[in-house]
Structure formats: C-alpha cells, structure tokens
C-alpha cells in the first residue's frame, strides 16, 4: 500500500470519529487487518 492509501485509513477515521478497530468492525474485517492496511503492509 502507498502511504497515501495509509493516510486514507487514518482520514477516514478521523474524520468518522472512530477508532481503527471500529472501522473493522464496520468493515467486518479484523482489527488487525485495518492496522495492515494502516501501517502500509500488503498481505502476500
């Protein structure tokens, strides 16, 4: 992931107000998947 899609998951929560784990939940995906996602790793 570049670090502008990174920024994305930060805006987004911001934005909403809610936390990374929220935003999974939401998502339905893990809490530990946004955090991937937010740090940059891409899952091989």
């Given at each position: 992931m570049t670090?502008?899609?990174e920024n994305?998951?930060?805006e987004v929560c911001k934005e909403?107000?809610?936390t990374q784990?929220?935003?999974g939940?939401?998502?339905d995906v893990f809490a530990s998947t946004?955090?991937?996602w937010a740090s940059g790793k891409?899952?091989?």
């Open positions: 670090e502008e899609k994305i998951i930060k909403l107000n809610i784990t929220e935003l939940r939401q998502l946004i955090n991937t891409i899952p091989t």
